[in-house]
């Protein structure tokens, strides 16, 4: 919803592995956390869940930058606060981010 401004639960599900049912229940819990409203058959951000999602933004950005260890300083250079910042966006509803199943989830060493 962050990305795209609204989310069709049933598209979400066609789109995902992830079955309809649970789907369907995460809309529900949204709903209720009043972090989402419905448009129609659509779910919009709240005010209060867009801030509940720039906060998730800021997490997920603070975790890539986590990865970059000690490029991450604070001289930086600007391309790469660019490309954290492109990467954080593109990680934020990308039609290939999908939940891991154990199966798929990578080993960590």
């Known amino acids: 919803m962050r990305k795209y401004g609204t989310v069709e639960p049933a598209l979400l599900a066609e789109r995902t592995p992830v079955p309809l049912s649970v789907i369907l229940e995460g809309a529900r819990q949204v709903e209720e956390r009043r972090l989402a409203v419905r448009e ?31 490029w991450w300083g604070p001289d ?24 891991r199943t154990a199966a798929r989830a990578p080993r960590l060493s």
């Open 40 to 70: 129609g058959i659509d779910l919009v951000l709240s005010p209060q869940g867009a801030l509940v999602a720039e906060d998730l933004a800021h997490a997920r950005e603070a975790s890539l930058a986590e990865l970059l260890g000690d």
């Open 76 to 99: 930086r250079p600007t391309d790469l606060v660019r490309l954290v910042q492109e990467l954080n966006a593109e990680l934020c509803g990308s039609d290939r981010e999908q939940p």
